[in-house]
């Protein structure tokens, strides 16, 4: 039985515009711990406040696909597997989130208009947080804490290669996560201590930002 030419024709167009059509882009968004929540009246009488400020990254990090770095020195943008929302943002409110669990005697602000005077601040650069041919997640930066007087007080470097569970890019943003928990961990951790140690300097004008 002969095909009549306009079904074959038909046939031809939709093959094409299968093949044509691009897949839709996996979104990604990092594990956000839940915000620890502080009653107003506590809020209001809270010894000491610190600000979240804005996050700072790599140019090659400021894409919207997922970056993995395929070999010493090179690096892939990926194309169908993309951060849901800009990664600065991922990262400032996973910051933010996890710092008001961790450090529940002291008022976290995600920015500087809505803290009070003198309030310490937190700044965090990234210069890695991508994946690795070897199996890794990679996050990497810097980290600077600044006083209310605005004197820097504490700033460390960060390292933190976590294997990936498995292959594929939902197990590289579960182990970004994870070092990126391991990190502001340590963070919280080192805040906490310089508010007990100056808690009672107010003699010398010592105040992490008293609301």
């Given at each position: 039985?002969r095909r ?14 299968c093949?044509?059509t ?5 979104l990604?968004s990092?594990?956000t711990?839940?915000a620890g929540t502080t009653p107003?009246?506590e809020a209001r ?8 400020n804005?996050?700072?990254?790599a140019e ?10 395929t ?5 892939s ?6 951060w849901?929302a800009?990664l600065?943002?991922q990262l ?9 669990t961790q450090l529940?005697s002291?008022?976290v602000?995600p ?17 890695s947080f ?7 997640a990679v996050?990497a930066?810097?980290w600077?804490l600044?006083?209310?007087n ?7 470097s ?8 498995e292959?594929g890019y ?9 070092g ?5 961990d340590s963070i919280a ?6 508010s007990?140690?100056?808690a009672d300097e107010?003699?010398?004008g ?6």
């Amino acid at each position: 039985m002969r095909r009549s030419p306009i079904i074959l024709v038909a046939v031809a167009f939709i093959l094409s515009a299968c093949a044509t059509t691009p897949h839709q882009p996996w979104l990604y968004s990092l594990t956000t711990p839940p915000a620890g929540t502080t009653p107003p009246s506590e809020a209001r009488v809270a010894r000491k406040a610190l600000i979240v400020n804005q996050i700072y990254a790599a140019e090659f990090l400021q894409h919207s696909g997922i970056v993995y770095k395929t070999a010493p020195n090179r690096l892939s943008v990926a194309r169908q597997h993309r951060w849901a929302a800009p990664l600065t943002v991922q990262l400032h409110q996973y910051i933010y989130n996890r710092l008001t669990t961790q450090l529940p005697s002291i008022a976290v602000y995600p920015n500087i208009s809505s803290a009070p005077l003198k309030a310490w601040q937190l700044t965090v650069e990234f210069n890695s947080f991508h994946g690795r041919f070897d199996g890794k997640a990679v996050v990497a930066g810097s980290w600077r804490l600044r006083n209310g007087n605005g004197d820097v007080v504490a700033q460390s470097s960060f390292k933190q290669d976590t294997p990936l569970a498995e292959d594929g890019y939902e197990a590289l943003v579960a182990a970004l996560s994870k070092g990126l928990a391991r990190v502001t961990d340590s963070i919280a951790s080192t805040i906490h201590e310089l508010s007990l140690e100056r808690a009672d300097e107010t003699t010398q004008g010592v105040n992490i930002g008293a609301p």
